[in-house]
């Protein structure tokens, strides 16, 4: 997502960095691109026009300075305009009195199900959450929060199955939902409730029965990023009616232009609490909008990099003396490195989160893949232990014999072997002064 708008700002401000000043006719022209590029991202035409009034102002007022380009100090402003765009973080509210009671409201094939329990495991680690089965229009919603629950190990409630009938009674499921958590301790009850084609008055009513019996602390709104400004239509007429208090984006790993994300607290004034960037249950983040400007900007997302390395395992003790790793890289010590890499999930987003990975020459997303990464590691494992150790005696004969045993090419093994050469240069260039401290930092270690 955002990919789009992302390469149209770096070729906006590849034009401004060309400049030594700036004139207002140069001020003008960039904001037209940036409000056409706004535009067609699926920004919302009304925040576009805030938003691009903003930068113009404080634009219009910069000093070019010796040490900052034009392009720097307008590329800074854009940044900072954008995190004002979708607002300060709001965190979850959770009652000092347990239980925490949480609605889940969308139009159906919103993600609200599956939102549901990836929200219970976010809340697992410190909580005891309780998913509850709301939906019993749509066949087999009881079925698929339960089958979601039990994958993701977090408690689930539903209605009674009575000669393989579930009972109907919406409200009856709430009351008797209340008497299981407190007989299970459950500190956080969330009702998945019933979603539509469209917003009607019997979904709504539905909402506000449940909501009687069982006032929420917090009533959150599934929404679709990929429905564009259909996502942040459906959030103002929820709001209306439901007085919401967040929002959670989903299929934000998708590659919809991605303007409701930037525009939908703006327009609703609900704040986005968590940005679902993936299909699994453990696919769900806090929503940070200086990460996401980061991501627009092409700035990369180190912290989400960080976060990822430490969810793996990968500690301190694994980043080891960069002088070590030089003296001692061997294909062995790389093999061990793409393991820890998998740890970390698909290649390519991880590859999104490193600032400027983007602009390497020739660099492509799609090339990788997981894949790729497996047949490296096919590639090595059909190594002997000495050609792993010195892979300086891998010559014509050994090559063959190892592309057959890997089930690939002569060609992909030589490849694997430069790319292990560069990255032996690399680590190299990392046994100077403070070479440890450097690497270290680049996980977020030693901080």
């Known amino acids: 997502m955002f990919d789009a708008l992302k390469e149209k700002l770096s070729s906006l401000f590849s034009k401004l960095g060309s400049k030594g000043r700036l004139s207002q006719e140069d001020i003008d022209t960039a904001m037209r691109e940036l409000r056409r590029s706004l535009l067609e991202a699926d920004v919302d035409f009304r925040a576009a026009k805030d938003l691009i009034a903003k930068i113009r102002e404080r634009a219009s007022g910069v000093e070019v300075l010796q040490s900052i380009t034009p392009s720097e100090r307008i590329s800074a402003i854009v940044y900072e305009e954008l995190i004002s765009l979708m607002g300060k973080p709001a965190p979850l509210i959770i009652s000092p009195k347990p239980p925490t009671v949480i609605l889940m409201a969308g139009l159906q094939g919103s993600g609200k199900t599956t939102s549901t329990v990836k929200l219970a ?30 994958g993701a190990k977090v408690s689930f409630f539903g209605p009674e199955n009575k000669k393989g009938k579930n009972d109907t009674d919406v409200l009856k499921v709430v009351k ?31 909402l506000k029965s449940i909501a009687e019996i069982l006032p929420p602390h917090e009533k959150i709104l599934v929404v679709d990023a990929m429905t564009g400004q259909e996502a942040v239509n459906s959030a103002k007429a929820f709001h209306e009616l439901l007085n919401l ?15 409701s994300a930037l525009s939908i607290r703006t327009v609703t004034g609900v704040p986005v609490k968590f940005a679902g960037v993936g299909e699994n249950t453990d696919a769900l983040e806090i929503f940070s909008p200086e990460r996401m400007a980061g991501r627009i900007m092409g700035m ?12 793996a395992g990968i500690n301190d003790t694994e980043i080891k003396s960069p002088g070590k790793i030089a003296k001692n890289f061997d294909l062995e010590m790389l093999l061990k490195q793409f393991e820890q890499l998998e740890k970390l999930g698909p ?17 492509r997303a799609e090339d990788a893949d997981a894949g790729a990464l497996k047949r490296s590691k096919a590639i ?23 592309a057959e045993g890997s089930g690939t090419s002569v060609q992909s093994v030589n490849q694997l072997l430069a790319q292990y050469e560069q990255m032996r240069k690399m680590f190299k260039s990392f046994t100077g002064s403070g070479g440890s401290r450097k690497l270290k930092s680049l996980f977020g270690f030693g901080r």
Do not use: W
């Open 121 to 150: 495991r976010l809340l697992k680690n410190s909580h005891n959450p309780l998913v509850v089965a709301c939906d019993l229009r749509r066949p087999a919603a009881v079925e698929q929060l339960k089958v979601l629950a039990e």
């Open 176 to 206: 008797g939902a209340v008497k299981y958590a407190e007989d299970h301790m459950n500190d956080v009850i969330i009702l998945d409730t019933a979603g539509r084609l469209h917003i009607d008055d019997e979904l709504m009513n539905e």
């Open 300 to 311: 990369g997302d180190i912290q989400g990099l960080v976060e990822k390395v430490k969810a």
């Open 347 to 363: 290649i390519e987003k991880i590859a999104g989160m490193i600032p400027g990975f983007d602009k390497i020459k020739n660099f």
């Open 245 to 259: 208090t967040g929002l959670i984006l989903t299929k934000l790993d998708g590659d919809a232009r991605g303007g």
């Open 380 to 402: 090595i494992q059909s190594m002997t232990h000495e050609e792993r150790r010195n892979p300086r005696i891998i010559k014509g004969s050994r090559r063959r014999r190892i």
